[in-house]
């Protein structure tokens, strides 16, 4: 590929889920079954209203947390939302947030034959 072309993917939306510190992996590898072809995982540090409130019914809530970004097309995203919902157990107190967001253009390097084979074409830009 050289300089001064970029393959941008425009039907892509990006899951974003904030989970409790220890079960990235469970979801990330569920996520990858329902055809998501990876992750990025962060540590974070999160505090709220709801720790409060479920503190008085003696629950306790770990205030690290991992942050997940997945990008998948737009038409596996619902599958793969759902997919995240309940291998992370969210119909739990508790157990975390998760979101979806569409991008508007997204670039990341893409092989010519796998950008032939999808109708994929290069954008020129003006380095």
């Known amino acids: 590929m050289s300089q001064s072309e970029m393959i ?6 990006l899951l974003t889920a904030i989970v409790q510190r220890g079960t990235s992996d469970l979801i990330v590898q569920a996520a ?3 055809g998501a072809q990876g992750a990025t995982i962060f540590h974070a540090h999160g505090t709220g209203v709801r720790q409060k409130r479920l503190g008085v019914l003696g629950l306790t809530i770990n205030s690290e947390k991992e942050v997940i970004y997945i990008v998948v097309p737009a038409d596996q995203a619902d599958f793969v939302f759902e997919r995240i919902f309940v291998s992370a157990k969210m119909d ?3 157990m975390g947030i998760l979101w979806m967001t569409p991008l508007s253009r997204m670039a990341t390097y893409v092989p010519h034959e796998i950008a ?3 109708g994929l074409h ?3 830009r003006n380095s």
């Open 8 to 13: 941008v993917l425009t039907d892509v939306v």
């Open 32 to 34: 990858q079954e329902a």
């Open 92 to 94: 739990t107190p508790g």
């Open 116 to 118: 032939a084979r999808f």
């Open 122 to 124: 290069a954008e020129s």
